[in-house]
């Protein structure tokens, strides 16, 4: 059995910054991709950034310049937010995909106030 665990959300002032960690945990492949997605309330979740096995990354318009993805190995993901503003607030999973079977986190709360 395999969890994605995330940490790192919280409450932060706009312009403020946080930084959102995932790791797996239990027996897994490495994944060949992860990312981050980002749902806000009474919306659709939505990609905000991945990363592939090989470091190509992909970033969302609207966060292009302030988020940054890293990988610290093959199975857990990282997510450096600056400059945050209150559009971001929402809640944000993590998700990874290994031998095309996609794994979720059960999400972080994001709360950026004005």
């Known amino acids: 059995q395999v969890q994605l665990v995330e940490s790192g959300g919280g409450l932060v002032q706009a312009g403020g910054s946080l930084r959102l960690s995932c790791v797996a945990v239990?027996?897994?492949?490495?994944?060949?991709?992860m990312g981050w997605y980002h749902q806000a309330p009474g919306k659709q979740r939505e990609l905000v950034a991945s990363?592939?096995?090989?470091?190509?990354t992909n970033y969302a318009d609207s966060v292009k310049g302030r988020f940054t993805i890293s990988r610290d190995n093959a199975n857990m993901v990282n997510l450096q937010m600056n400059n945050l503003k209150p559009e971001d607030t929402g809640v944000y999973y993590c998700?990874?995909?290994?031998?095309?079977?996609?794994?979720w986190g059960q999400g972080t709360q994001v709360t950026v106030s004005s």
């Open positions: 998700n990874g995909i290994a031998r095309l079977v996609v794994y």
């Open positions: 239990g027996t897994i492949s490495r994944f060949s991709s």
């Open positions: 990363i592939t096995n090989g470091g190509t």
